[in-house]
C-alpha cells in the first residue's frame, strides 16, 4: 500500500490556527510589547520600569508610550524618572533582522526623583544580571574608600589592646642577641686558631737564649731573627682578627641602632591602635562630607559602567544573558559587522521635562539625546546628551568608539532643596537649604577623574540633644552654629580600582584648629601611655641584650689587644737584645 | 492528571493506531525537537507544521513531544555548553556574523546557546531516535501488542473522550 506524504486535510486547521494567531497578536500585541518592554527595561536597569500603556503602529512605524515609569535603582521609594507620554517613529524594516532602530523620540512631562509607594530597586535586591553585577561592583568600589571617624561627641580616646606579638621589636632583640653569641663564638674560635701561645712561648725562649749569647754565637742570632720574624707573621694574623672583629662589633652597634628603629615602629603601629579624633583640616573634610560625597560618584559610576557593558567598543561578539523563560536562558551572542545595523539604535531624542514639578511655577527644561546604540563602532558616532533650562546646564558624551572607551559627564545644577542630613561622626544635623551642585566625571579607559561640588548660602544647623553633655560637643556646637555658607568639594582621581580621594570644605579648617586646641593635651597624654605601653613590654627583652652586645665588643677587643700588646712587648725585647749582641746603638 | 492520563492515552493510541512503525517514529522524532528545544521559537512552528502537514503520527508527535520535555529541562546545561561552543567557535564566526545580518533568521534566536545548542543536538538525535522507536514499535506490536488492546483497562482508557481529539489527526 502506497503512504501519502501529505496530510492534505490538515491544511484548512493549520490555516485556522494561523488566522487565530494572527486575531491574537493583532488583539495582544500591545500588551505583549508593553509586557515585554517592562521586562526587558527593568532587567537592564536593575530597577522596575513600569508602562501603564503602549500602542504599536507598525504600518506607521510609530509606537506611543503613556505613563512610563523608571525606578531608582539606589533608592527604595524614589523613582529615576517619569514620562507622560513619549513617541518613537520606528523603521520597521529593521525589525526583521530583529534589530531596533529608533530614528527619532519625543519625550514630554519628564520628571524626575518623583517618589513612589513600592521599593522599585530589583537589581539590588536579588544582584541577578548585568545590572546586579554592575551594582555589586559599584557598591564594592565605593566601600574601599577608608573614611575617617571622628569621635567629637563624647572626646573619649580609647586604647585597644596591644598585642606582643605583633611589636617587631622583640624579635629583633632576640635575633640581635642570637648574633652577639654567635659572634662570640667565632671571635674565640679564630683566637684560638691563631696558636699564640707556641709562638710565644718559643719567642721568650729565645730570648732567653740571647741573654746569655755572645757576638759570635751565630746560630743563636739567626734564631733570633726567625723569632722575630715568626712574632711579626702574629702579630699580623692578630690584626687581621682586629679587623674582623671591628666590623663585628660595628654590626652590632648597628643592630643596636636597627632596635631603636623597631621600637620606633611599635609606637607608630601603637599610636595606631589608638581612636583618636582626626585633628587635621582634610580628614576633617573627608570624615564629615565623604560619606555623602561618594554617593554621586558611585550612581555615575554605576551608569557608566552599565553603558560599557551595553554598549561595548569593537565588533566581537558578545554575550548577555538571555531573556528568561521557564527553561534556561542560556546567552544571546551578538555578531555586530561593519555597515550594518546595530542591535539597538535610538538615532535622536528631544526630552522636555519639568524640575521641581510640584512648585507654583515649575521650571520646563529641553535635552536632546543622540547616537544611543548597542554597537558604536557600528554606528561610527558617540552618544551624546546635553539639557539647558534656567538653573541646569548639562552634557555627557560616550565615547566608545575605540578600544579604549571615554565617558564624560557634567552638570551643574540650581536652587536643588537637598535634603537635610546628619553629619557623620557628630550629633549635628545639616540643612543645606536651597544649593548649587556641580558634578563633573571622565572616565578614560580605567582611570578616573571626577569632581562634586555642593555651595549654599543658607545653611541651617540643628543640634542633637546627644550633644548636651559634650564639652567637644559644644565647642563643635559654637563652631559651626555661626557659618552660615557651605562649602563641599569632593576630587576623586587616579586608577579606577584605588582611586584617591579627596573632600574639603570650608568647615575644615575652622574644626580642625578648634579641636587641635581642646584635644591636644588628650592626644599627647594618649600617645605617652601608650609609648610607655611598647616600652615596658620591650625595655624587658632589649636591655640584656644591649647589655650582652657590649660585654661580646668589650670582651673581644680586650682579648685582641692583650695579645697584641704581649706580641710587641716580646719582639722589642727580642729586636733590643739582637741589636746590643750585634754592636748596634 | 489530565496530563498524565493524555500521555498515556497519546502512547498507547499511538502504539494501536493503524499508521505504520515510520509513520509512528518520524512523529516521535518532530515531537521530540519540539520538546528538547525551548517551545516559543520560530523553528518549532516549522516543526508544528511538518507535524500537521506530513501523514506522520499526531499521536506521535504529542508523545515525543510530552517524553522530552523533562529530558529537554535536564539537558538544557548540555544545550548551553554546545551552543555557547558553537557559537564563540572562530572558525564558525563568519557564518553568524552573516545569519545574525540576513532578515529573518535573527528571528529564530538562533544565537541564544540553549536554543542552536538543543536543535543542534535534537536534530543529530532525530535518526538515530527514529530508528530506535521504529523498531521498538515494530516488537512491540508483534509480541505484548495485541494483549494490551484486549485488556479491560486499555477499553478504559481509550473510552475517554479526549482521545477523540487525537483521532482526528490519527494517520
Redesign the interface.
Known sequence: MK?????WR??G??LVLFVIACVLWWLFADSIARRESQKVGTQMLGAKVEIRDLHLDLRNGDVTIRGLTIASPHEPFQNLLQADEIVADLDVVPL????IIIDRIAAKGLRFGTPRQTDGRVAAKSGEGIAGRVLAETHEWASQFQIPVLQLATGKISIDSLDPRRLSTIPAAAALGARADSSRRAWQAALDTLRLGPALDSASATLEKLKRARATDLATLNEARQAIDRLKRARNRVTTLERSVTQGTANLKSGLAGLDSARRRDYAFARSLLKLPSLDAPAVGAALFAPGAIKPFERVLYYAQLARRYMPPGLL?R?TT?TS?V???????????ER??PRFLLRSAELSFLLHPNDAQPQRYAGVLTGLTSDPAVYGRPTSFGASGPQLVAGALLNHLRGIPVDTAGATLGGIQLPAFEVPGVPLRLDPGAAVTQLGFNLNGDTIHARFAIRSTNVRWTRDSGFANSTIGDLIWRTVSGISNLDVEARLSGELHHPDLAVRSNLDQAIASRLRAVLGEQVAAAERQIRERVDALVNDKVGPVRAKVNEVQTQAQAQVAQQRARLDELQKQLEQQLRQRIGLP | MFALIKLIQSLFGALHSEG?PG?LAAGIVLGSILGLT?L?NLHNALIF?LL????VSFAGGVLGWALFIPI??LL??L??WI??SL??APSL?GL??S?????????T?F?????L?SVVFAVLFALPLFFATRVAVVRYRATIGERVRQSKWYRTVMASKVYNVYKM?R?
Open positions: 503512504i501519502k506524504i501529505f496530510r490538515a491544511i486547521p493549520l526583521t533582522e530583529k534589530k561578539p554575550a538571555g523563560r527553561r534556561r536562558a542560556g546567552e544571546d551572542i551578538r555578531f555586530p559587522k550594518a545595523l | 505504520t509513520q525551548p516559543l507544521a500537521v502537514l506530513l501523514n529537554g529541562f538544557d546545561p544545550f548551553d551552543g555557547h557559537l564563540l564566526r553568524w556574523t545569519f545574525y545580518n540576513t532578515p529573518i533568521v535573527p528571528l534566536n544565537n541564544n546557546t540553549v536554543v545548542g489527526f494517520p
